[in-house]
């Protein structure tokens, strides 16, 4: 262990609570009709890794804190790169694309630099879990997915719930029902794998990184991965796309 592990009974005790909390949560959504009530049912769900963290990382207590705070990082992080980047059209689409465009990009990074550089999404964090050598192990992955999943819940609730006091309507990545599952699965698959592709060599390659030089001009790199989501968007955008599967 690495820091202070909490006595058996402790432990037991909040995997127990922990398991109440989710089947409770589970009922109350399976038979609610009510979307604010399923809404804090999921995000309830999705943030048991944070109230588990001492019994997830084996009673040890310093672990658990760091899991805690990796968890709210990206919990924070994705609600609110979602609700940051999925509001430009309701709020300047009228203008034309370009101020649009723009907006997104600038968004994209307002919301990755406040927030501490979070992942946002489930396909980044198990390539980094799969890549290896990132820190990402299968216990914080979990946490990190799960988070992830409550942030995107989060922030569409809030941007949903602001669109009254916006100029246009909101919108976000929803397939074509015109096309078959498989061409959509198949589009998503290439979308993420290039949006992956523009993440580790924009934001994790030693000239990228925060070693290199261009990590001083911060908005460089940014610019470049709002650019390749961009040409997904014109060029693949069958599914939207999403390539982020807390969107979905």
């Known amino acids: 262990m690495g820091g202070t592990e909490l006595p058996l009974f ?3 005790f909040g ?8 089947a409770f949560a589970a009922a109350v959504y ?3 009709s009510s979307s604010t009530v399923k809404t804090g049912s999921l995000l309830l769900i999705t943030g048991l890794p944070a109230i588990l963290a001492t019994e997830v990382c084996g009673g040890d207590a310093e672990a658990a804190k760091g899991l805690v ?9 994705t609600g ?3 609700a940051a980047t999925c509001s430009p059209g309701a709020l300047i689409g009228h203008y034309g694309y370009k101020p649009e465009w723009l907006l997104h990009a600038g968004m994209m990074a307002f919301a990755d630099f406040t927030c501490g550089g979070p992942q946002v999404n489930p396909v980044v964090t198990t390539s980094l879990l799969v890549c290896g050598g990132f820190g990402i192990t299968p216990k914080l992955a979990v946490s990190n997915i799960l988070a992830q999943l409550g942030g995107a819940v989060l922030g569409w609730d809030i941007l ?10 909101v919108g976000g990545p929803s397939p074509d029902p015109r096309l078959p599952w498989y061409y959509l699965a198949l ?8 949006l992956l592709g523009a993440v580790y060599c924009f934001a994790i390659s030693k000239p990228f990184s925060k070693a290199g030089e261009v ?24 599914t939207g796309p999403a390539v982020n599967p807390a969107l979905a």
């Open 30 to 32: 399976a038979t609610t």
């Open 160 to 169: 949903f719930g602001g669109e009254y006091y916006l100029t246009g309507a």
């Open 10 to 12: 402790e432990r037991l």
């Open 69 to 77: 705070a990796s968890w709210v990082k990206e919990f924070v992080g």
């Open 215 to 238: 990590a001083k001009i911060y908005l460089a790199k940014m610019s470049l991965i709002a650019a390749v989501v961009r040409v997904l968007v014109l060029v693949h955008g069958a």
């Open 80 to 82: 609110v790169m979602v």
């Open 187 to 194: 589009c998503e698959a290439l979308g993420c794998w290039t």
């Open 15 to 22: 995997v127990a609570t922990g398991m109440y909390a989710a």
